[in-house]
T-cell receptor, first 110, second 114 residues
Framework: DAGITQSPRYKITETGRQVTLMCHQT?????MFWYRQDLGHGLRLIYY???????DKGEVPDGYVVSRSKTENFPLTLESATRSQTSVYFC?????????FGQGTRLTVV | AQSVTQLGSHVSVSEGALVLLRCNYS??????LFWYVQYPNQGLQLLLK??????LVKGINGFEAEFKKSETSFHLTKPSAHMSDAAEYFC????????????FGKGTRLSVIA
């Protein structure tokens, strides 16, 4: 199916564990983004990528790692999860005029 | 640098009344502007976008917004609210180069009262 998909949709993990959120898009958009959504903060940019093997930090990158070996995939890794990283995470891809969002991953760190 | 301010974290209107959600932006370059809607447990859906064409932009579900450069505003309106409009609304700005991240406001929750 065409579009942008995130997996898993829901994840519960323990403090200190590593967890990876997956994002896959089928349009071959060059630009991809990771945001986190928290009450009272809206969506904040974590990392973005202009192309395969090109990534850059956003507003709140600490504690996160990204990679982009293929244009269509942009995984986000929490190296050692903390409770403050409990959030809803959205991946997006963008053409020149519009961004398209995945359905989100709700991550709970206990 | 770019930023967005959405005035009012929660707006409540009666069914059939005018909806007005306010958005002011700051941008060092000519902006592209967007309104997204988010229903509970859903992703973000694009309502409308301004990309330097007509300043009055019409979107889905009867919503429209007007880009006012002099006021640095991009307010979202709908003449008559419907119960199904209850959702979270986000205004966002990006640069007009096409390949810059969207910067979001903090959102406005719209409640519609029967």
């Amino acid at each position: 199916d065409a579009g942008i998909t995130q997996s898993p949709r829901y994840k519960i993990t323990e403090t200190g564990r590593q967890v990876t959120l997956m994002c896959h898009q089928t349009w071959s958009h060059s630009y991809m983004f990771w945001y986190r959504q928290d009450l009272g903060h809206g969506l904040r940019l974590i990392y973005y990528s202009a192309a395969a093997d090109i990534t850059d930090k956003g507003e709140v990158p600490d504690g996160y790692v990204v990679s982009r070996s293929k244009t269509e995939n942009f995984p986000l890794t929490l190296e050692s999860a903390t409770r403050s990283q409990t959030s809803v995470y959205f991946c997006a891809s963008k053409n020149t005029r519009e961004a398209f969002f995945g359905q989100g991953t709700r991550l709970t760190v206990v | 640098a770019q930023s967005v301010t959405q005035l009012g974290s929660h707006v409540s209107v009666s069914e059939g009344a005018l909806v007005l959600l306010r958005c002011n932006y700051s941008s060092s370059v000519p902006p592209y502007l967007f309104w997204y809607v988010q229903y509970p447990n859903q992703g973000l859906q694009l309502l409308l976008k301004y990309t330097s064409a007509a300043t009055l932009v019409k979107g889905i579900n009867g919503f429209e917004a007007e880009f006012k450069k002099s006021e640095t505003s991009f307010h979202l309106t709908k003449p008559s609210a419907h119960m199904s409009d209850a959702a979270e609304y986000f205004c966002a700005v990006s640069g007009n180069s096409g390949n810059t991240p969207l910067v979001f406001g903090k959102g406005t929750r719209l409640s519609v009262i029967a």
